[in-house]
């Protein structure tokens, strides 16, 4: 259980700081012609808003809003780790996944092998793929963005409910270290590709990551909740 420091502060006035902080991300995101979402339509765009914000209010009226805003945060790294891992480099401009590149299990190297991984992990995407994969490569990017500016939403919330900015960097930064790792490595074996991890590494991995899908619980039931919440706002 993680434990919020300003019981003091009444919950609405928390969740109405995070939300105005929140709206100002997005807003930004969207205005950036280089950003995650500036090339989105404008329904796209509203529709990423209201669930962030449908989100917003669920971990608010939770009875443990820090418990639930991490179960959220568990959830999209773990989605933005499984995509990431084929755009980490040290060359990459989001510094989430140049950072990547500091971890013993992350290559770099997944989107030079892209030829070997797409007929495997994207089936129906390289089916209908051109010869340089560019639907595998555009869903990559996609599935990426959306879950990446999801996570960071979390990490907004999180850091107005510790009142600790640096703490909720530090969570989110804990999380992915281990994410990408582990979704490189299940890529690896899937894939017959050289492991970067020894098996002590892999059993630990994949304990760690255990742990936290059950923290988490249910994805789909959990994202379901959002988009009722969406729906009915």
């Given at each position: 259980?993680?434990?919020?420091?300003?019981?003091?502060?009444?919950?609405?006035?928390?969740?109405?700081?995070?939300?105005?902080?929140?709206?100002?991300?997005?807003y930004?995101a969207?205005?950036?012609?280089?950003?995650?979402?500036?090339?989105?339509?404008?329904?796209?765009q509203?529709?990423?808003?209201?669930?962030?914000?449908?989100?917003?209010?669920?971990?608010?009226?939770?009875?443990?809003?820090?418990?639930?805003?991490?179960?959220?945060?568990?959830?999209?790294?773990?989605?933005?780790?499984?995509?990431?891992?084929?755009?980490?480099?040290?060359?990459?401009?989001?510094?989430?996944?140049?950072?990547?590149?500091?971890?013993?299990?992350?290559?770099?190297?997944?989107?030079?092998?892209?030829?070997?991984?797409?007929?495997?992990?994207?089936?129906?995407?390289?089916?209908?793929?051109?010869?340089?994969?560019?639907?595998?490569?555009?869903?990559?990017?996609?599935?990426?963005?959306?879950?990446?500016?999801?996570?960071?939403?979390?990490?907004?919330?999180?850091a107005?409910?510790?009142?600790?900015?640096?703490?909720?960097?530090?969570?989110?930064?804990?999380?992915?270290?281990l994410?990408?790792?582990?979704?490189?490595?299940?890529?690896?074996?899937?894939?017959?590709?050289?492991?970067?991890?020894?098996?002590?590494g892999?059993?630990?991995?994949?304990?760690?990551?255990?742990?936290?899908?059950?923290?988490?619980?249910?994805?789909?039931?959990?994202?379901?909740?959002?988009?009722?919440?969406?729906?009915?706002?």
């Open positions: 259980m993680i434990k919020a420091e300003n019981r003091d502060i009444p919950r609405f006035s928390i969740a109405d700081a995070a939300r105005a902080r929140v709206a100002t991300y997005l930004q969207y205005a950036s012609d280089e950003g995650l979402l500036g090339n989105l339509d404008r329904w796209t509203r529709r990423i808003t209201d669930e962030n914000m449908a989100k917003l209010t669920l971990v608010f009226e939770s009875d443990d809003p820090a418990e639930a805003c991490y179960g959220d945060l568990i959830r999209e790294i773990d989605t933005e780790a499984e995509y990431g891992i084929y755009l980490a480099s040290k060359s990459a401009q989001e510094r989430h996944l140049s950072r990547a590149m500091d971890e013993p299990g992350v290559s770099g190297d997944l989107c030079d092998a892209i030829t070997t991984i797409a007929p495997k992990l994207f089936p129906d995407e390289t089916a209908h793929s051109t010869s340089n994969l560019d639907l595998v490569r555009v869903t990559i990017q996609a599935r990426h963005d959306r879950a990446h500016v999801d996570a960071t939403v979390s990490e907004i919330i999180m107005h409910l510790l009142d600790d900015a640096e703490a909720a960097r530090d969570m989110t930064n804990a999380l992915r270290a994410q990408y790792a582990y979704h490189e490595n299940v890529v690896r074996r899937c894939c017959e590709l050289p492991l970067l991890v020894d098996d002590h892999e059993r630990d991995l994949q304990i760690m990551v255990t742990e936290l899908a059950s923290r988490a619980g249910n994805y789909e039931d959990r994202i379901g909740q959002i988009l009722k919440q969406a729906d009915a706002a």
